[in-house]
Structure formats: structure tokens, C-alpha cells
């Protein structure tokens, strides 16, 4: 069969269109007009995929979004195919599995036609449910106008239909109601024009329709699955839960349900393990959210004890949970695991998975052999090897096959929950944290990616006054560019099995990540990576001169230790200092912990005051690039800055302002464009972006163009201008919410701060006299229906502050609602529901009111 593809595109001198057809590279020709033409002669009957690229000197310098589909009609000999090129828009968040699997997915109407002749290829993915896609013309097929045709959706979003083709024809594009084929839109714009066909050819043409832009705005929940209650749960909330929350967003109007990472965290073996952003394995499930009995527990009067002690506690005693749940499984997997092994679908999973599963189990395995996560004292075993991890396996195949088997029902019922939730029009929105445990399954399989010698942070914010430090090592992207990502977009396949939506946690991460240096705890001496930091010739042409460490190694003038030590400066001077500088066993915040371990009044003065004289410089010497510096920043706040003249002052805001606010702006969105779109082309989810905190001017611009939603908070505006945010004007390709899990819900944020809450009484609310003690649920419902009436394209709210809204059914103490304080390192991540979702189903009037509210934003 012969082929022609012809495609119109405007190059800049120099450059040439490719097509790329499976592994094939076929150069194009250019005609006049913009037209670039290829012939191929040798293509089967069938379906192929293909995608054009731009060339300059060889190498490729732009291409297409997405690819393009093609069914060869059986029996042509000589087949005319027109594209388009296919370019990020407004409209590309609705090609997201979240619509086409989930929100708008649909019984297909036919399977796409294959008959020589003229076929139309549409891509239209904001069609609804109860829509089809339709053509209307004249010429004998079409009745002169009389007749509307839908088109087959058989490969929606992507719409087709094959006439004759024997006639020229003029023609339009419309959307008609799913069953009486009513017009519902037109195309705008003159009629379109097809010109017959000689006799024995086929043409494909891809079109690209000229409606109106059709905006969808729907609403969801935010919680984690621990956070989940129900009558089947053994003390924390599992994956099955889930199924029953489903059912309340739907009978509620919600479409979406956003979670927090539920991969595996177990490194410690205590509660600290809670925190689910410390995950031993960025592939692993959590064994916590496993429903035992449907993993081979029987339910006997020793489970069932057990069971109704846990479930009956407030919050989460998570050391309690997961070790009953690993006993019980324990026994399961005696009884039933060879079993299960032999079957077929748990090859097929085991198969499947094996590139990260084995690894996985193996470093569980290790972990508990050796009774730590730090592989570098497993021995032999401290460094990956494939010969060495294949003989272990053989030689513990019953530990490592436990892991995997609670691997496997790990997955079959989350599975599970993703078929049933779009069986209800509700899809899973999952979390993507930016870091990875520097003593995971990941960083001991492959600890080339990861910059093992440096911790990951962010700096300071609301949330943290001197940052914060989640310890994680960076990402070595240099590394992972010259496999084009492969553990980044293998990470996103996996994710996108059960999920069709997700959050890039610190989504500023890919555009440069704040980086702490090993030996600190605080994040204050942490700088960008990757960065331009000024050289010690540019600092000293502004009037700072750093030879001999000045301004980047903490003073000790009398005024500072008494500042800082108060009646113990006499005894730090005596003890920490030598010669005017700190002594070495006090050269780093870690010493200091380590050496001044007391919590009386003494002890943690002298501990806190070491280790903010560390903080205590203008400067931060980049650690690998020497005589190159980055500000410290909010050095503002220092002595040292305090100590300088009025000039330097002025000179050291300027040095500042620009590094961080200009400087950066195109080396930052060049770095992010050299790992975003390859890692989101992985998977066909939807991608919202956490963009909160410090935000240079290129993140927004740069999310744009990626058509990546943003966050917006109304208590943390993104203009310096503003106190509050209003969501009246948020972007429509946002994510619109009152809080995260990060912050204080919405009854706790109203008695935070006083002075503030009585501003967003008078300012947001136009109230006027003394604001309440407490947020009442008319106040609740309004703020809420505030956010809901926004532009956005997602409202989704945390459960807490949706059960705000009704006096019977909210918390009475708001304190016990929070997930997380940031502020303190070593949290406890235990919230749980305080009524359980069979009871929140049973709560007609509520979710009815519910319902109603979501309905009249236009949310349904």
C-alpha cells in the first residue's frame, strides 16, 4: 500500500520536518505553501502510530505534543494522509486519562471505519458523555443538510467517520445531543470544502474543529487514605475504602478524590515512618492500606478483636496497625502464598514489575535482616549488585516472595478502586513527592541518579521560618537526562495505573531544587541547584570583598554572642571558641546536635544559639564551584547584615533581589523544559503542579505552556500585594482550594491569628464589627461556595473543611482536624475521619445540600 503524508508547517531557515513512523526516520519535502510531503510504499493494512519532528543540523529541536493514529483502510492501494501539526493548547488537559477514562468516558458508539473513500479524523476530547461528535452537509450522503451523521468515537477523543467520497461537498462540524442527534453547538466559521476523489484512491484527513471554547469545572475531596474510616477498616483506612467514598462523590456531584502517596514508607519501623513522603520505594505500595481478609486473613475471633480495638481509636497508632497487619499477613502467605504463586495472573504481575518488585523485596527483606534502612551497613550487600541480589532471592525465596505477594494484593485492590471509580465517573488524583529517601529501594538500586552527599529543602516560608530540610539527597539530572528520564517516566507509568490525575509535589523542584548542605539542619545555608552564583570578582565589585571566608563564615563580636547566648556568652566564648572562630567539634549544626543533646534552659540555649551563628552570613559558597557565592537568603534577618553600613545594606538588597527574583528567570525555565515534557509525555494523566512558596516569574509562564494546573490558596496569594487571594480570579487551568494538608483547615485557621482573621472577616467577607470566636457553618458554606464559584477548573476541598459546613456532622474540637505541621521535622501523620463513610452515605440531608451547592456553581 502506498501512503502519502503531507502536513503544512512554517520552518525557519535551516530547518527541515521528519517524520517519525515507529523506529523509521523519513526525510520530508517542501513544496510551496508550507507543505512538507513523504511517501511510503510498504505499510501493512492495520493501525500505526507515527509523529513529526523538526530537524536543525541533524538533530531534533522541536516536536510534536502527541502522536498520531492511523488505521489503514484494507484493500486501498493508494491512501492521501493530511495532519496537523499537533501542539500543546487549551484544550490538551482534556486528552488526560482523567477525562478520557474517567469524567467523560463513554460506551463507544462503533468501532472506527475502514472502507476506501474519504475519511474525516477529528480530536475532540471536550465532548460530554451525552454528546457525539456530528457532520452535517450537502451531497447525497449527507441529504443536502437535511441529514446529521455522528461520527464513531470508537478511539475517543479521537472521532472518524469514512464517506464515499465521490462528490465534492461543502460541510460543518457539530456537537448533537447522544440520542436525538440535536444540534447542540456549530462550528464556527464558513462551511468547510472536500473535492471529490479520482476513482480508487483514499484519502485521511485530520481536522481540527472550530468550536467555541467549552470550559468544564468540576468539584472533589482531598484526603488520605490513612484518614479513611470505615466499619471494615483495621485501624487505619485502606484502599477498598475508597470504593464507598467513590460512591458518596458521585451521589454528591464530585468527580474527583485527591489522596496523599501511598507508597510503601516503612524505613524505621516506628511511628515516624507516618510521614508518607519518605517512601522506601518510589514504585511500592504501602502494606498498611492492604484489606487483609481479601489478602488471605481469615476473619476469626482473634482478628475481630483486634480489629474493632484498633478501629475504635481516635487517630492512627500506626506502630500498633502495621505490625497486626504484617502478623496476619505472615500467616496468609503460609497458608496460601505457594498457591498463589503458581497462578497465572501473579507471574504476569511479578513479570510485569520486576524491574522495580525485586529490588523492592530484596531491600524489605535486608532492612529487617539487618534491623536498619542504611544499606551502607548491609555488608556485602551495601552496594547493589544483580549476581549477588539473584542469589539472595534464591536463598531467601520465602521472605522475598512475601513481599511480593503483598505487593500483588496491594495492587489488585487498588485496581480495583480505579475500575469502580470510573465505572462512576470519578477518577483518583495521586500525589508525586519531589524527593526520595536516601535510604530506599530506589537509592540502593540505582544511587547514581541521586546526589547522596546533599539534602533537599525548601526555604523559608510561611510554613517555616528557617525552611525546611526533608533530608532527601538531589537528583543527579545530568545523570538522568542521558537516558532521557527512565526512571522518572517508568516512575509515571506506574502511577498512572491506578491514578489519572496527580500533583507534583514542589513542582519548583524541576525548575531548581533547594539544596542543604549534609552537615546542616536548618535550611537557611541552602542554596538553588542549578544556580548562577556570583564570582568572588562580581561580589567585589559591589563592594563585598570575601577573601579569607568574610561574610560567608559567622562573626563572633562580643554584641553577637551576647545577642544570641545572653547570661552563657561568657561560657560559649570559654568553651566553643578558639582564637575568635568556632571550634572544630562545633563546626556544623549536626555536631552541635549531636554535642549539646540536653532540653533544660541552658542546654537549649546554647544549642540554638550555635547553630544560628552557623546561619549567620551574608553568603553561602557554592560547594562545586569554589569562589562562587549565592546570598543567603533572608539575610535581611542576620546580625551580620545588621552590622553594615547603610551603603552595603543597600548594595547586599540589590545582590539579593536580583538572585533571586531575576537572575534566574530563562536558566530556570530552560532547566525545567529539559526534564518537563519528557516526564509528562510518560503517562496520559492530568498534571496539577504544588507552585506555592518562592515562585520566580518563569514557573507560572512555564506551566502555561505546559498546560500544567497550578495551585491557588486564598490564604497564600501569589501577588506580594495581596493578603488574601481571590478566587474570582484564579486561571481557569488551576486547581482551586481552602487548604492542604500542609496548613490548618478552616475552623482551626480562624482562631490562628486573630488580627488576621479579623481582616478576612471585614476584607473578604464585607462583615463588619467584631469577627466570631469561631467560624460558624454559615460562614463555612459561604467561604466554600466562594471557591466553587471560581473560574477554576478543579475545586477540591479537604474533607475536613466540606464537613465544616454542617454544625451536626463537623468535629467539635477544630484543633484535632490538622494532618501536618511543617514546622516540626518528626510529625505524627495519624488524622483519621471522626465518622465513618457508611455513615457520611447515610446523610441524606447533608449530601443532598451537598449536591445542590456543587450543582448551582455549575459543577456538575
Known amino acids: 500500500m502506498k501512503l502519502t503524508f503531507t502536513i503544512e508547517y512554517r520552518t525557519a531557515w535551516g530547518e527541515a520536518l521528519v517524520l517519525r513512523l515507529g523506529d523509521r526516520r523519513i526525510a520530508m519535502r517542501y513544496a510551496d505553501g508550507g507543505v512538507w510531503s513523504a511517501e511510503v510504499d510498504d505499510l501493512p493494512a492495520g493501525v ?38 499537533q501542539d500543546r493548547d487549551d484544550e490538551a488537559p482534556f486528552y488526560a486519562s482523567a477525562f478520557t477514562r474517567g469524567i467523560f ?27 457525539v461528535l456530528a457532520i452535517a452537509g450537502n451531497g447525497r450522503e449527507l441529504d443536502d443538510w437535511r441529514r446529521i451523521v455522528p461520527l464513531s468515537d470508537g478511539a475517543f477523543p479521537e472521532w472518524s467517520l469514512t464517506l464515499a467520497g ?62 479513611l474510616r470505615t466499619e471494615e477498616d483495621f485501624g487505619i483506612g485502606e484502599f477498598l475504602d475508597l470504593k464507598q467514598l467513590v460512591d458518596w462523590a458521585a451521589a454528591t456531584g464530585q468527580r474527583i478524590l485527591q489522596l496523599l502517596p501511598i507508597n510503601d514508607t516503612t524505613i524505621t519501623g516506628t511511628w515516624e515512618d507516618s510521614y508518607p513522603y519518605n517512601a522506601n520505594s518510589s514504585f511500592a505500595l504501602h502494606p498498611q492500606f492492604i484489606r487483609l481478609t481479601e489478602a488471605g486473613v481469615e476473619a476469626d475471633a482473634e482478628y475481630r478483636g483486634m480489629q474493632a480495638e484498633l478501629n475504635a481509636l481516635a487517630e492512627v497508632d500506626y506502630e500498633r496497625v502495621n505490625a497486626a497487619k504484617e502478623a496476619l499477613l505472615r500467616r496468609a502467605y503460609a497458608q496460601h502464598g505457594a498457591r498463589t504463586a503458581a497462578s497465572d495472573d501473579y507471574r504476569a504481575f511479578v513479570e510485569a514489575n520486576r524491574s522495580w518488585l525485586v529490588p523492592y523485596a530484596v531491600f524489605r527483606s535486608l532492612r529487617d535482616r539487618y534491623a536498619t534502612a542504611d544499606f551502607s551497613q548491609w555488608g556485602e550487600m551495601a552496594q547493589y549488585d544483580d549476581s549477588r541480589v539473584e542469589a539472595y532471592c534464591r536463598q531467601e525465596a520465602g521472605e522475598v516472595g512475601f513481599h511480593c505477594y503483598v505487593q500483588y494484593h496491594l495492587h489488585l485492590q487498588l485496581s480495583e478502586v480505579c475500575r469502580y471509580a470510573h465505572a462512576h465517573g470519578v477518577v483518583l488524583k495521586g500525589d508525586l513527592p519531589i524527593g526520595v529517601s536516601r535510604t530506599s529501594a530506589d537509592a ?10 546533599s539534602q533537599a529543602g525548601a526555604p523559608p516560608d510561611a510554613f517555616a521560618a528557617m525552611g525546611q530540610n526533608w533530608g532527601f539527597p538531589t537528583y543527579n539530572w545530568e545523570r538522568m537526562a542521558r537516558d532521557g528520564y527512565a526512571w522518572w517516566c517508568a516512575r509515571l507509568k506506574k502511577m498512572a495505573e491506578y491514578f489519572d490525575a496527580y500533583r507534583i509535589d514542589h513542582i519548583l523542584g524541576f525548575f531548581r531544587i533547594w539544596e ?39 562573626e563572633t563580636w562580643d554584641w553577637v554572642l551576647d545577642t544570641l547566648f545572653g547570661p552563657y556568652a561568657g561560657e560559649v566564648r570559654a568553651t566553643c571558641l578558639c582564637d575568635g572562630r568556632l571550634r ?107 507552585d506555592l512558596g518562592m515562585i520566580p516569574d518563569s514557573v507560572p509562564a512555564t506551566m502555561h505552556e505546559l498546560r500544567i494546573l497550578s495551585l491557588e490558596i486564598q490564604r497564600m496569594p501569589k501577588s506580594p500585594d495581596e493578603t488574601f487571594a481571590s478566587p474570582a480570579r484564579y486561571p481557569y487551568l488551576s486547581v482551586c482550594t481552602t487548604s492542604t494538608h500542609d496548613m490548618n483547615p478552616l475552623r482551626a485557621w480562624w482562631r490562628e491569628d486573630r488580627p488576621l482573621t479579623e481582616r478576612f472577616y471585614g476584607e473578604v467577607l464585607g462583615e463588619r464589627g467584631e469577627a466570631p470566636a469561631d467560624c460558624t457553618p454559615e460562614l463555612c458554606r459561604r467561604i466554600v461556595e466562594m471557591h466553587l464559584a471560581s473560574p477554576a477548573m478543579l475545586v477540591v476541598l479537604p474533607w475536613q473543611d466540606w464537613m465544616s459546613t454542617d454544625g451536626a456532622l463537623r468535629l467539635a474540637d477544630p484543633e484535632r482536624e490538622r494532618i501536618n505541621v511543617p514546622a516540626i521535622p518528626r510529625y505524627y501523620w495519624r488524622y483519621r475521619m471522626h465518622l465513618t463513610v457508611e455513615r457520611l452515605l447515610g446523610e441524606e440531608a447533608f449530601n443532598a445540600a451537598m449536591r445542590a451547592a456543587i450543582a448551582g456553581s455549575g459543577r456538575s
Open 166 to 227: 465521490g462528490e465534492a461537498i461543502e460541510y460543518k462540524l457539530l456537537v448533537a445531543d447522544r440520542r436525538t442527534l440535536e444540534p447542540r453547538l456549530w462550528e464556527e466559521g464558513g462551511n468547510r470544502r472536500c473535492e471529490a476523489l479520482p476513482r480508487g484512491e483514499s484519502r485521511i484527513e485530520e481536522l481540527r474543529p472550530r468550536f467555541a471554547p467549552r470550559h468544564w469545572r468540576g468539584a472533589g475531596t482531598a484526603i488520605p487514605v490513612f484518614s
Open 105 to 131: 468516558s463513554r460506551d463507544a458508539s462503533s468501532a472506527p471505519q475502514t472502507t476506501e473513500g474519504w475519511t474525516l479524523c477529528v480530536a475532540c476530547p471536550t465532548v460530554r458523555p451525552d454528546e
Open 516 to 554: 542543604i548542605p549534609a552537615h546542616a539542619v536548618h535550611g537557611l545555608l541552602g542554596h538553588f541547584n542549578p544556580a548562577l552564583p556570583y564570582s568572588a570578582d562580581e561580589l567585589r565589585a559591589a563592594g563585598f570583598d570575601t577573601s579569607g571566608g568574610r561574610y560567608a563564615r559567622p
Open 584 to 690: 572544630p567539634e562545633y563546626a556544623t549544626q549536626r555536631q552541635i546536635v549531636a554535642r549539646i543533646a540536653g532540653d533544660d534552659e541552658r542546654s537549649t540555649r546554647i544549642r540554638e544559639g550555635l547553630m544560628a551563628l552557623l546561619d549567620d552570613v551574608l553568603f553561602v559558597e557554592d560547594p562545586r564551584r569554589e569562589g562562587h557565592y549565592h546570598p543567603r537568603i533572608g539575610a535581611q534577618h542576620t546580625l551580620a547584615y545588621r552590622a553594615l553600613d547603610d551603603g552595603l545594606r543597600r548594595a547586599f538588597d540589590r545582590l539579593h533581589d536580583d538572585f533571586f527574583f531575576r537572575r534566574h528567570n530563562d536558566f530556570w525555565r530552560e532547566s525545567a523544559l529539559r526534564k518537563l515534557p519528557a516526564i509528562l509525555s510518560a503517562s496520559g494523566m492530568l498534571t496539577c503542579g504544588e
Open 444 to 453: 540502593w538500586r540505582s544511587p547514581e541518579l541521586f546526589h547522596m552527599d
Open 48 to 85: 500505526c502510530e507515527y509523529g513529526y519532528e523538526v530537524e536543525r543540523d541533524g538533530r531534533c529541536v522541536r516536536r510534536e505534543w502527541r502522536s498520531h493514529t492511523l488505521e489503514l483502510p484494507a484493500g486501498a492501494s493508494c491512501v492521501g494522509r493530511r495532519d496537523l501539526w
